[in-house]
């Protein structure tokens, strides 16, 4: 994960860190070499500035040059500004439902409290859906249902079928012919009946966000109400990850995002790009294939993973 950016910036701050004094232009040349690094990772423009400016900033304020470990001071400072940029550390900045759960998750609701999915086709929304009602169950106790309304892809609710059963999850019983909106109110009733704390709802991709997607979302949130939309994207794709989250924000409610693919991804521009440019945190990454392949992301534990 990173292995790329986190190489780059390595050798830009191994050779600060060797050295016993550092000059406002020592601090300005790394600057540089850490800007093309973080284009390099496909960070978007402006993240990057801001970055580079708060970071330069700090650092040849006159205590941290002055200071006996002035390359270990910088380092600190990027470090600093990279959880920043990750979204900010929330056992040391706040006090959120969502820091007191293992999981993340604000499900500080009457149950059934439903967790909406939402994403582009292929970006792995039916696995991550699959992964977190495992986790959820198994780390909170909580007992969970899936319900796939995915009536576009043939084979999508029989796809989360299989998985719940791999997950040891329940799924709602398919109907076919059955739509979004009815598949969901079903859901919920059923739920309701069964005395599920958690309902999550998987629901349709497209190949590009368009305006039925949209309608359909919004439909479906509405009669759902849910505590959390999470958005899934694919952080192999860069920038295209955030401009597909930037495209349902302000469209559906999304309270969060789950990265996928992390595990292949050398260059980390959507992960550190995502919070900045959208404002939505990170919530989860999706680690592998295996349904165990999921972590809750903490800005702090990434940013010491690029920094290594
Ligand atoms: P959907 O169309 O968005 O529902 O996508 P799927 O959940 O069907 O996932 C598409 C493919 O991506 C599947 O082969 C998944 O196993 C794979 N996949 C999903 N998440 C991850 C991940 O975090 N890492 C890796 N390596 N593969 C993943």
Redesign the pocket.
């Known amino acids: 994960m990173f292995d790329a950016l986190s190489d780059r910036l390595g050798n830009v701050f191994d050779s600060l860190r060797g050295r016993g004094a550092l000059k406002e232009d020592d601090v300005r040349t790394a600057m540089r070499e850490v800007r093309i690094a973080l284009l390099e990772a496909d960070v978007a423009l402006p993240v990057v500035r801001r970055f580079i400016d708060t970071v330069t900033e700090r650092a040849i304020g006159a205590e941290v040059l002055r200071s006996v470990t002035p390359g270990q001071q910088v380092v600190k400072i990027v470090n600093d500004a990279l959880v920043e940029m990750l979204g900010g550390d929330p056992e040391e900045g706040g006090s959120s439902q969502a820091a007191q759960n293992a999981v993340g998750l604000d499900l500080d609701a009457k149950p059934p409290v439903v967790i909406m999915m939402v994403?582009?086709?292929?970006?792995?929304?039916?696995?991550?859906?699959?992964?977190i009602a495992k986790r959820l169950k198994e780390t909170e106790g909580k007992k969970v249902m899936m319900a796939s309304l995915?009536v576009n892809?043939p084979a999508?609710q029989e796809?989360l079928a299989i998985?719940g059963e791999q997950a040891g999850v329940a799924t709602l019983p398919i109907v076919a012919g059955q739509q979004p909106v009815d598949i969901a109110n079903r859901a919920i009733s059923s739920a309701k009946l069964q005395s599920f704390d958690v309902l999550m709802l998987?629901t349709a991709?497209r190949l590009h966000v368009d305006e039925a997607l949209m309608a359909e979302m919004k439909a479906v949130a509405s009669v759902s109400t849910p505590r959390e939309v999470l958005l899934?994207v694919?952080?192999l794709t860069g920038q295209d990850a955030v401009n597909v989250a930037q495209s349902f924000t302000g469209e559906v409610p999304l309270t969060g995002v789950v990265l996928?693919?992390?595990?292949?991804d050398a260059r980390g521009g959507a992960a550190l790009s995502m919070r900045a440019v959208t404002g939505k945190p990170i919530k989860f990454?999706?680690?592998?294939?295996k349904l165990d392949?999921?972590e809750a992301f903490h800005p702090s534990r990434v940013a010491n993973r690029i920094l290594g």
């Open positions: 994403g582009l086709q292929g970006s792995g929304k039916t696995t991550s859906t699959a992964k995915d892809r999508a796809q998985l998987d991709g899934v694919d952080s996928t693919r992390m595990d292949g990454a999706g680690t592998g294939e392949a999921i």
